[in-house]
């Protein structure tokens, strides 16, 4: 499973990075996280970080964030 979080760096992009590695940690999974913090990366899938992208499907964008539970309920629906 590949996830991507998009977002320039800002505290909201460091709090979905933090509650995705937590997630496919307590969901037990195999799965390549990978930081984006390019803006043309990042406008390839959205105009509204943070954004969280699971197996290339744009899963949420923009504010306010998910909490960790829908994150968790993101990240299953691609299993």
Request: proline share 6%; charged share 35%; aromatic share 2%.
């Amino acid at each position: 499973m590949e996830i991507k979080v998009l977002g320039p760096g800002c505290i909201n992009c460091e709090k979905m990075e933090e509650m995705t590695k937590k997630a496919v940690k307590e969901l037990g999974i195999d799965a390549k996280i990978e930081k984006v913090t390019d803006i043309k990366e990042i406008m390839k899938y959205t105009m509204s970080t943070p954004g969280l992208v699971v197996n290339g499907k744009l899963k949420h964008s923009g504010r306010p964030l998910p909490n960790p539970e829908k994150v968790k309920e993101l990240i299953k629906s691609e299993i």
